[in-house]
């Protein structure tokens, strides 16, 4: 129900309403319907199945609501925002996109210590950077550019060579300072985890898994994403999604200093 409500968010920002003579206006009335079911939702009255759904859910886990407003937050901010000047700006977008549906998730898996929240906002961010940097070619057509102004500016590559595509020394330099920015979020969230936290977290390790597999191979076509997209075969994401479960059962249960982390009854 969680995962249909995100879903639903998407296709409000990702949907194509170019036949539309105002398609940004369509798309916020309908976020705008969309923010009204989840009040209605949470005051036990939802008339959309997707909410109806939901409603079940929120009241088991207590989930709340502030995550959904700051994800829809996120989604207005997808057809509002065409530029990000700075990295702060960017940081916030990535919150509401990825950060809070991680959030939500760790409510229903369940957590003992708080730093897994850290963990959820952390990890969030690293992934959705890492998207941005695989789709920097399909953003670009769309319109749109996440990668921060500021760090343009810093690199010396004008948003004009990035418009023409220009695979430069500049544009190689930038893209590896947000590989590190990445990185640096990553390690950031394994550094917020205790001992045993891991045994409710494997949905998003397999995520971070195969998300780091893809910065792996960005860099290892020395950051041209320009000729094409950095996507991992399915075969490949199911090896690592087995390999990380496999790591972290080993790690929950084979070590002895390490119990598994259950949510409280």
């Given at each position: 129900?969680?995962?249909?409500?995100?879903?639903?968010?998407?296709?409000?920002?990702?949907?194509?309403?170019?036949?539309?003579?105002?398609?940004?206006?369509?798309?916020?009335?309908?976020?705008?319907?969309?923010?009204?079911?989840?009040?209605?939702?949470?005051?036990?009255?939802?008339?959309?199945?997707?909410?109806?759904?939901?409603?079940?859910?929120?009241?088991?886990?207590?989930?709340?609501?502030?995550?959904?407003?700051?994800?829809?937050?996120?989604?207005?901010?997808?057809?509002?925002?065409?530029?990000?000047?700075?990295?702060?700006?960017?940081?916030?977008?990535?919150?509401?996109?990825?950060?809070?549906?991680?959030?939500?998730?760790?409510?229903?898996?369940?957590?003992?210590?708080?730093?897994?929240?850290?963990?959820?906002?952390?990890?969030?961010?690293?992934?959705?950077?890492?998207?941005?940097?695989?789709?920097?070619?399909?953003?670009?057509?769309?319109?749109?550019?996440?990668?921060?102004?500021?760090?343009?500016?810093?690199?010396?590559?004008?948003?004009?060579?990035?418009?023409?595509?220009?695979?430069?020394?500049?544009?190689?330099?930038?893209?590896?300072?947000?590989?590190?920015?990445?990185?640096?979020?990553?390690?950031?969230?394994?550094?917020?985890?205790?001992?045993?936290?891991?045994?409710?977290?494997?949905?998003?390790e397999i995520m971070a898994g195969i998300y780091r597999a893809t910065l792996h191979r960005?860099?290892?076509?020395?950051?041209?994403?320009?000729?094409?997209?950095?996507?991992?075969?399915?075969?490949?994401?199911?090896?690592?999604?087995?390999?990380?479960?496999?790591?972290?059962?080993?790690?929950?249960?084979?070590?002895?200093?390490?119990?598994?982390?259950?949510?409280?009854?």
């Amino acid at each position: 129900a969680v995962y249909a409500f995100c879903r639903y968010c998407d296709d409000i920002a990702d949907g194509d309403y170019t036949s539309e003579d105002q398609p940004d206006l369509l798309k916020a009335d309908l976020l705008k319907a969309w923010r009204q079911e989840l009040d209605n939702c949470y005051a036990g009255q939802p008339t959309h199945r997707i909410t109806q759904a939901l409603h079940h859910v929120v009241q088991q886990y207590d989930l709340p609501k502030h995550y959904f407003e700051e994800l829809m937050r996120g989604v207005e901010m997808d057809f509002a925002i065409r530029r990000y000047e700075t990295f702060a700006e960017l940081e916030q977008y990535c919150y509401r996109v990825a950060s809070v549906v991680g959030l939500l998730c760790i409510e229903i898996f369940g957590y003992r210590h708080v730093g897994v929240r850290e963990y959820a906002r952390l990890i969030g961010i690293s992934l959705q950077l890492i998207n941005i940097m695989r789709d920097v070619k399909e953003d670009l057509e769309a319109g749109r550019i996440y990668l921060p102004l500021e760090d343009l500016r810093a690199f010396d590559y004008p948003e004009a060579e990035l418009q023409k595509q220009r695979y430069t020394p500049e544009f190689i330099a930038l893209m590896q300072f947000q590989a590190q920015r990445a990185e640096d979020y990553y390690r950031r969230a394994q550094a917020s985890l205790l001992p045993g936290d891991k045994w409710g977290l494997v949905t998003p390790e397999i995520m971070a898994g195969i998300y780091r597999a893809t910065l792996h191979r960005i860099r290892r076509r020395e950051y041209n994403v320009f000729t094409g997209r950095a996507s991992l075969p399915v075969l490949r994401k199911v090896g690592i999604a087995l390999r990380v479960f496999l790591k972290i059962w080993a790690e929950t249960y084979l070590l002895p200093h390490r119990k598994p982390s259950f949510p409280n009854a």
